[in-house]
T-cell receptor, first 110, second 111 residues
Framework: ELKVEQNPLFLSMQEGKNYTIYCNYS?????LYWYRQDPGKSLESLFV?????AVKQEGRLMASLDTKARLSTLHITAAVHDLSATYFC??????????FGTGTSLTVIP | KAGVTQTPRYLIKTRGQQVTLSCSPI?????VSWYQQTPGQGLQFLFE???????NKGNFPGRFSGRQFSNSRSEMNVSTLELGDSALYLC??????????FGPGTRLLVL
């Protein structure tokens, strides 16, 4: 059974600090996606990682993919309150068949 | 370009009833996927349609079904509703494997 595990599940961090969210998955895949979800809202695409060693950056967020370790990371630099949300990683195993991680609920405290 | 739209946005049904949810993908997108989101199980893949054919199916009972029309619009149907079917149902469209774009969702409450 495919497993996509994220840790931590909950993250409370102070503004200005750095932190990393981890996403481990149990099957071979070179397509990994990160999404953001605000309370009561739908999913917003953040990053698409399509090969081993891929690194993408947007603002204070940077995502990377290590397909050999079956690990993706989402690094947050100098957090600000606007980054408070739930972050999901998703692995695509068969073309538009996404398996999502458990999500990481991030709260940035002033 | 208009985004993915889903109707209705909110729905209240009683056990045993059936429900049909609708999804209109982004213009030009031929793939439509459906997901169920619940606090307990998280986001789970239901099925994916491409050019009116179901290509992939998740691990859900046969009460959950779907279809796609020639204009790529998709519907999903849940028959004999159970309390546990209460969830946010998300539709996503894609033109390739780059990413999926999600709609606002339909929140279903089964009483």
């Amino acid at each position: 059974e495919l497993k996509v595990e994220q840790n931590p599940l909950f993250l409370s961090m102070q503004e200005g600090k750095n932190y990393t969210i981890y996403c481990n998955y149990s099957t071979t895949s070179d397509r990994l996606y990160w999404y953001r979800q605000d309370p009561g809202k739908s999913l917003e695409s953040l990053f698409v990682l399509l090969s081993n060693g891929a690194v993408k950056q947007e603002g204070r967020l940077m995502a990377s993919l290590d397909t050999k370790a079956r690990l993706s990371t989402l690094h947050i630099t100098a957090a600000v309150h606007d980054l408070s949300a739930t972050y999901f990683c998703a692995v695509d195993i068969a073309g538009n068949q996404f398996y999502f991680g458990t999500g990481t609920s991030l709260t940035v405290i002033p | 370009k208009a985004g993915v739209t889903q109707t209705p946005r909110y729905l209240i049904k009683t056990r045993g009833q059936q429900v049909t949810l609708s999804c209109s993908p982004i213009s030009g997108h031929r793939s439509v996927s459906w997901y169920q989101q619940t606090p307990g199980q998280g986001l789970q893949f239901l099925f994916e349609y491409f050019s009116e054919t179901q290509r992939n199916k998740g691990n859900f009972p046969g009460r959950f079904s779907g279809r796609q029309f020639s204009n790529s619009r998709s519907e999903m149907n849940v028959s004999t509703l159970e309390l546990g079917d209460s969830a946010l149902y998300l539709c996503a469209s894609s033109s390739n494997v780059e990413t999926q774009y999600f709609g606002p969702g339909t929140r279903l409450l089964v009483l």
